[in-house]
């Protein structure tokens, strides 16, 4: 993660299909607030 990233704008760069929702829902353990991600959190790409 880097700052200003974004689910929505992290699964447009790699072509999440499901968009921002499917991001979040395969990383929902780490990320419980879809809202707020961290500077150098490693969030897996489906």
């Known amino acids: 993660m880097r700052p200003g990233d974004s689910l929505s704008g992290l ?3 790699f072509g999440v299909s499901g968009g921002w ?6 990383n929902r353990t780490n990320v419980p607030n879809p809202n707020v991600i961290l ?4 969030l897996q790409i489906p």
């Open 21 to 26: 929702q499917a991001l979040w829902h395969y």
């Open 11 to 13: 699964a447009e760069r």
């Open 39 to 42: 500077v150098g959190q490693l």
